[in-house]
């Protein structure tokens, strides 16, 4: 069973059209949880970092939030410059400096 | 802040070959680096993790003498693959850690490997 489990896989939004994507994972003891923009054929480029819940951070068009379960990345009015796929990772308890990816969202916004 | 280059971008070679992957962290000391293997549509796959100064932390499943991983000072890593045969076609990617406490990788852009 995955630790880190992202939702949709794909989503298609016209632009404009505002959306969140989902990051869950199924234990305890979170130390970190970050979220990440991929570009086909690139490195992922960092774009949060969530410690606790409640917390809430943004970018432009990105806002992500972090519950106790799960964390948010709306887009707010997407343009077609935002189609990418979004990962996150997360970092638990335990002494582990390695965050766990989950498989990520292909993002594709229509003009 | 917090730039992370491989080099080369793109390499071909041919089977049974060596190939060096170097990472480098441009604006900051990396305490942590990791290699990343990346095939089309799927996740990061981690390989291996490195400190500098001492020998890399390889994944399960992952050939250590295959894939050889030096992290020489706190700004570079390099991943040689020995003896490449086609199978080991794919996109690898580096990331460095700023610091022990924020965790917070920052990745390079990677590199695509093509065994011929």
């Known amino acids: 069973e995955d630790q880190v489990t992202q939702s949709p896989e794909a989503l298609r939004l016209q632009e404009g059209e505002s959306s969140s994507l989902n990051c869950s994972y199924t234990v305890s003891g979170l130390r970190g949880l970050f979220w990440y923009r991929q570009d086909p054929g690139k490195g992922p480029e960092f774009l949060f970092t969530l410690y606790s819940a409640g917390e809430e951070k943004e970018k432009e068009r990105l806002k992500a939030t972090l519950t106790k379960k799960e964390s948010f990345l709306h887009i707010t009015a997407p343009k077609p410059e935002d189609s990418a796929t979004y990962l996150c990772a997360v970092r638990l308890s335990g002494g582990s400096y390695i965050p766990t990816f989950g498989r990520g969202t292909s993002l594709i916004v229509h003009p | 802040g917090a730039v992370v280059s491989q080099h080369p971008s793109w390499v071909i070679c041919k089977s049974g070959t060596s190939v060096k992957i170097e990472c480098r962290s441009l604006?900051?000391?990396?305490?942590?680096m990791f290699w990343y293997r990346q095939f089309p549509k799927q996740s990061l796959m981690l390989m291996a993790t490195s400190n500098e100064g001492s020998k890399a932390t390889y994944e399960q499943g992952v050939e250590k003498d295959k894939f050889l991983i030096n992290h020489a000072s706190l700004t570079l890593s390099t991943l040689t693959v020995t003896s490449a045969h086609p199978e080991d076609s794919s996109f690898y990617i580096c990331?460095?850690?700023?610091?022990?406490?924020?965790?917070?990788?920052?990745f390079g852009p990677g590199t695509r490997l093509t065994v011929t």
């Open positions: 990331s460095a850690q700023t610091s022990v406490s924020s965790y917070e990788q920052y």
């Open positions: 604006d900051f000391q990396a305490t942590t």
